[in-house]
Structures are given as structure tokens and as C-alpha cells.
């Protein structure tokens, strides 16, 4: 009997390599060759643009709307902590989103008085 495996071709479905989270071949975009979902193609981009010493809040929006998508639809967002980190969001010692700001780049948990920051394109404290 001939068995055809009806799953390898044609069903436009793949697992997004970072979030793990099944998403639809769109047939547009970048981020398929990739395999990547939309929304961790455009995060791994604007990381890429931090990296590269853009200014983490100039995309502060975009970050939280995208991770908040990724763990909406069900993907693992952890791969990109660091960005929300960078904004001060959450604490990378106890997880804590109650966290106070020196007005520049060093960020203080309030909850366990951890204190992390970019010096001069070195991460501190996470
Ligand atoms: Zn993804
Ligand atoms: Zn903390």
C-alpha cells in the first residue's frame, strides 16, 4: 500500500523556531524563510537594532505589543525578556513589574532592590 504523507507538502503550517507556536504559511514576508512568525521576525529585528545601539524605549511600544501577541496566541515569549528588561518592565531577579527607573538607563526592582542597565552596551544585572 502506498502511504503518502499528507502532512510534509502543501499545509502551510510550521512551528515558529523561537515562541514554538504553530503558525499559518501567510505566503507573504520574510519570516517564513526564516520560520519565524510574524511577530518574532519583527521582535528579532528591532532586538537586532539594540544590538546594533539603537535606543530600546524608541521601540517600547512595538516590543510590548508584539511579546503581548506572541503570548496571546499561546507562543513562549522568554527569548525575548531582555527587551522588556531593557524597558524596565520587569524585574530579571524576581519577576516583579514594580520597578522604578533612574531616570537614564539603571532600572531598581522595588519589590527586591535588584538593580540592572545597559553601561555603555554592557548589560548589568541580567
Ligand atoms: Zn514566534
Ligand atoms: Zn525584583
Sequence with gaps: ML??????????VYACRVCKRNTRSTGRGDNEHVRLCAECFDLSGIEN???????VRKYADEIRSLYAAIIQLGGNAKSFNDLLFQLGDYCPDCGSTNTESNGST???????????GVDCGEHYGY
Design 3 to 12: 502511504t503518502t504523507n499528507r502532512f510534509a507538502r502543501g499545509s502551510g
Design 106 to 116: 539603571e532600572y531598581r526592582c522595588v519589590e527586591c532592590d535588584h538593580r540592572w
Design 49 to 55: 537594532a539594540v544590538l546594533d545601539g539603537d535606543d
